[in-house]
């Protein structure tokens, strides 16, 4: 996901303080959503077929669905059936609780059926695009599925499924997976059946229900990769998300095989820049098209997270930087690729001092298990530090055994949910090296290293002597590269408050410069002292 403003976010969702996290009860096995809108009204109609496996025995289950409101908004259940049959539930603050005549055993699976219709509140949202048409677009992030569709709806619990979509016939419609009916009914009405057979978090579970012009802007290794565009720029939208075709292999390349049967490149109301939904990415119609491909950074994060977010999931959400961080860093390192390394050092540059900002405002580590408020995640700590954590982790391992730790991390959890500690553990395991305090001090420590570093010429021993003090309020291990003059470099490990070498030179230097090649994440000063 790509954030747009931070702001506008916090104002907007200020009350989103509440998740519940998965169900250890049941693990989901497969969703049906039969899904029918219509334009004379924003209410839909809903019928959720749930495979659930039960991990204990028990004789209810609770699923998230948001209730109806005052102002009519929510969800109201008209009926819960298991084989047809009857069962009891309630459905109050926003909880589904259905009850079963008898115990259920653990590893027994039920199929029950959830008839239900109401207005979104949120999660599926309806409204005008800016050619003021009127379109459908799920925007479920962090925890808002909840506002259409009964669930679990917390990223650990990831399953298969299928979505059938009844609308007006003049609407096209784009979800997970491949499409396996599109059909015209007698009353003008289109059905629209996608199948999506990897499991997915609720968070990246999607209909999108548009008037679309669509063109198929190539295939990588088979996979069709496809433009969903709105028809009054298409030609604009073609071309920008036409680069796609070119973004794809690289990931495919160096992490993995591309685990979906499609990618579509979908213009749409998103709140976000741009948001992963699996195989059917959807990015905001106020930014992502210009004509002038001016989103291919967009475009890479968003594609970099099919397999960082989709795939290889967090499995909580003070976890996100394992999504956000990765995509950030992975469009780097394809700018990197692609543009040379010049670019990916301006961007890890820019997005240094994005971190250092953040954090005079807020200091926080990156894990950070205190938010309630998941939309307050997407911050600098997820997005680019996460990132800049990435880069200095290769650096420290080396390029081979950097992509050789990031595609064994992949392989193992695609499918799948990790934590931070779970990257720890493959790193570990591919290097040989201990890391435990890298991730420790970068990633569960507030703050970065604060430095006053001071160098004097000595001219009798021809030697520069350096002092480096770190004012942080964690002593941070790292190793600093500094540059003396124009050619000599030297690195030197900094474990302690203050440390003191000296370098042999030939020459007064006319500047010492640290971290010359953009490696470490840091601030301060660099001084000739008196």
């Not at 968070?203 to 969903?228: R, T, Y």
């Not at 604009?236 to 998300?241: P, Q, T």
Request: a neutral charge.
């Amino acid at each position: 996901m790509k954030k747009t403003s931070l702001l506008f976010i916090a104002i907007g969702f200020a009350t989103l303080v509440w998740g519940q996290k998965a169900d250890a009860v049941i693990d989901i096995q497969h969703y049906g959503f039969s899904i029918t809108l219509t334009d004379t009204s924003d209410q839909i109609k809903g019928k959720a077929t749930i495979d659930v496996l039960f991990t204990k025995d028990t004789s209810t289950i609770t699923l998230d669905l948001i209730s109806q409101n005052n102002n009519r908004k929510g969800m109201a259940v008209l009926q819960v059936t298991e084989n047809g049959k009857p069962l009891a539930y309630t459905h109050i603050n926003n909880l589904l609780t259905i009850s079963f005549a008898t115990n259920i055993k653990r590893g027994e699976l039920k199929n029950i059926e959830i008839t239900y219709e109401g207005i979104p509140d949120d999660g599926l949202i309806i409204s005008k695009n800016k050619f003021n048409h009127r379109v459908f677009f799920a925007d479920n992030w962090p925890n808002r599925a909840r506002h259409w569709l009964p669930c679990v709806d917390h990223p650990a619990d990831k399953a298969p499924l299928d979505f059938i979509v009844t609308a007006p016939a003049h609407y096209q419609v784009i979800s997970n997976g491949i499409k396996i009916e599109d059909s015209i009914l007698t009353n003008q009405q289109r059905r629209t059946h996608y199948k999506e057979t990897t499991p997915l978090s609720t968070k990246i579970m999607v209909i999108g229900v548009a008037g679309f012009a669509i063109q198929e802007a190539g295939k990588v290794n088979d996979i069709p990769v496809s433009s969903w565009v709105y028809p009054e720029e298409k030609d604009k939208g073609f071309y920008d998300y036409a680069l796609a075709v070119d973004i794809l292999p690289y990931f495919i390349k160096n992490v993995g095989p591309y685990a979906f049967k499609k990618l579509a490149n979908v213009e749409s109301t998103t709140m976000f820049g741009g948001m992963e939904n699996a195989s059917a990415i959807f990015y905001s119609d106020e930014t992502s098209i210009t004509g002038k491909r001016k989103s291919e950074s967009l475009l890479a994060h968003e594609i970099a997270h099919q397999w960082f977010g989709d795939m290889a999931t967090e499995a909580d959400w003070s976890h996100l930087w394992l999504s956000e961080g990765f995509a950030t860093y992975m469009t780097i390192l394809y700018f990197e690729h692609k543009y040379g390394i010049d670019t990916a050092k301006y961007m890890l540059s820019k997005n240094r001092q994005i971190v250092i900002d953040f954090a005079r405002k807020k200091l926080h580590p990156v894990v950070d298990s205190s938010v309630t408020n998941y939309m307050d995640l997407l911050n600098a700590n997820s997005y680019q530090k996460g990132g800049w954590v990435l880069h200095m982790l290769r650096r420290q391992l080396g390029d081979s055994t950097f992509w050789k730790g990031i595609q064994t991390y992949y392989s193992r959890y695609a499918g799948k949910n990790a934590v931070t500690g779970d990257l720890h553990k493959v790193m570990e395991e591919v290097s040989g090296q201990p890391l435990k305090q890298f991730f420790q001090q970068w990633l569960f420590t507030a703050g970065h290293p604060k430095l006053d570093i001071k160098w004097k010429y000595n001219p009798a021993k021809k030697e520069v002597n350096i002092t480096v003090i770190q004012h942080q309020n964690e002593v941070f291990h790292f190793p600093l590269e500094l540059q003396i003059g124009s050619t000599l470099s030297k690195q030197v490990m900094i474990k302690n408050r203050e440390t003191h070498f000296t370098i042999p030179v030939t020459a007064k230097p006319t500047t010492v410069t640290a971290d010359p090649q953009v490696n470490l994440l840091f601030e301060g000063t660099i001084k000739e002292a008196n």
